[in-house]
């Protein structure tokens, strides 16, 4: 038995799912991602970013080779990964101290159609941006229905991994790297921590992020 924490969601997919096998869409040493209903579910490592459609382990190592659900409950090569506590993913309500009152969402960086799935590896670059865009919106409480429906509509045009990222974005769900920024948004060290992730993914949530504030900040 493998002891994990995970997302409410995550944890709430895995209830529903029925038993069976489950593709492996890619491993690794620090993380597992499989397809889980049409979604990517992820067991991650200690080393791995905790990405919000993960389940947390504390393991040094994964690279598992075959996954199924029974009863509920995933396993990996046979072990059972026994879920004792829920992590909360939610974006941090972002106040007027650090963002202005918003009337209404900002333009979106680019167009939606051109931007998903843009960019090399399990997560394009320009999904990673809108990913920033969509999650500040949360933190601000702002809904972006039509820009939520745009990108629903090119979620076939990317990866599992980044479909599904973009569907928490759009709930509000993000790494615990983004959240500690948005508390803080201009923080240097925040910043630069949340700029180290991945190979461009915390650059491009950045970006999509501050194109929200800045856009904002000359509103006001």
Do not use: K, N
Not at 69 to 76: A, C, S, Y
Not at 78 to 101: C, F, H, N, Q, S
């Amino acid at each position: 038995m493998i002891p994990v924490s995970a997302p409410a969601r995550v944890r709430a997919r895995l209830h529903a799912a029925p038993d069976g096998p489950l593709p492996v869409v890619h491993r690794g040493r620090d993380a597992v991602y499989l397809d889980l209903a049409g979604r990517c579910l992820g067991v991650v490592g200690a080393r791995a970013t905790a990405v919000p459609c993960a389940l947390r382990t504390t393991l040094d190592a994964l690279d598992a080779t075959s996954a199924h659900v029974e009863g509920g409950v995933l396993h990996l090569d046979g072990e059972p990964l026994v879920i004792g506590r829920l992590v909360d993913v939610t974006v941090p309500r972002l106040v007027p101290a650090t963002a202005p009152d918003p009337t209404g969402p900002a333009p979106l960086p680019g167009d939606v159609r051109a931007m998903v799935g843009r960019g090399d590896g399990l997560t394009p670059y320009d999904d990673d941006v809108l990913c920033g865009w969509l999650a500040v919106h949360r933190g601000l409480g702002v809904p972006t229905p039509d820009a939520d429906a745009a990108i629903r509509a090119c979620l076939d045009r990317t990866t599992l991994l980044s479909a599904t990222l973009l569907d928490c974005a759009m709930h509000g769900e993000v790494i615990p790297e983004f959240a500690a920024w948005v508390a803080t948004p201009d923080d240097p060290d925040r910043t630069a921590t949340l700029a180290a992730v991945g190979h461009t993914s915390g650059r491009g949530l950045l970006q999509g992020a501050r194109f929200v504030l800045d856009h904002l900040r000359g509103a006001a």
